[in-house]
């Protein structure tokens, strides 16, 4: 006779990510998503607007958490180790603290320490499109003379987190 808890699968792991600092939430990406695994579940789910989570019919299992926060150690991982119909409780705090500072004035490359290889990075599309007027002159597509040689941009890409690099050295190729 078989015994029914041998298939039992009524365990769940609940539990939210918790803030330490709230002036920090900010840094917070929007859509935060909690991924389970383990060697028999590859499972995934997005946190509510209170950062919780709940995963549900799991069995006894080692089990793998993380989160996609980007600012976050993404190798950064909690190991549950959940027995059969338990409950588990896994409250996150984490401190998610923004390593790029937002700084208006050119700094220092981070590796070699001088500013002369160091350009501003510009997310989104950047457009390269310019007009030529009856003078002869540039112009852009408002009629406005364009008298500023291009500025040098590093491309960001398009996606834009409330978290990012802001510059980039080119002698390096590093963001920062
Ligand atoms: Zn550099």
């Not at 990510?17 to 995934?44: C, G, M």
């Not at 597509?141 to 364009?146: F, S, Y």
Request: proline residues 4%.
């Amino acid at each position: 006779m078989f015994s029914i808890f041998c298939n039992a699968q009524n365990g769940k792991i609940v539990g939210k990510i918790i803030v330490n600092d709230s002036e920090n939430i900010k840094h917070l990406p929007k859509n935060i998503y909690a991924f389970l695994k383990s060697k028999t579940i590859n499972d995934s789910i997005l946190l509510n607007e209170n950062l919780e989570f709940k995963f549900e019919n799991l069995k006894a299992d080692t089990l793998k958490l993380s989160f996609s926060v980007r600012n976050y150690p993404t190798n950064m991982y909690y190991i549950i180790q959940l027995n059969e119909n338990e409950i588990y409780t896994a409250d996150i705090s984490i401190c998610p603290v923004c390593p790029y500072k937002n700084s208006e004035e050119k700094p220092k490359c981070i590796k070699c320490g001088k500013k002369d290889k160091v350009i501003p990075i510009v997310y989104g599309f950047i457009s390269k499109v310019y007009f030529v007027n009856k003078k002869g002159k540039k112009v852009d597509k408002n009629g406005n003379e364009i008298t500023t040689k291009e500025k040098k941009y590093h491309a960001g890409g398009c996606l834009v987190s409330e978290c990012q690099p802001n510059w980039y050295c080119e002698r390096d190729d590093t963001e920062f």
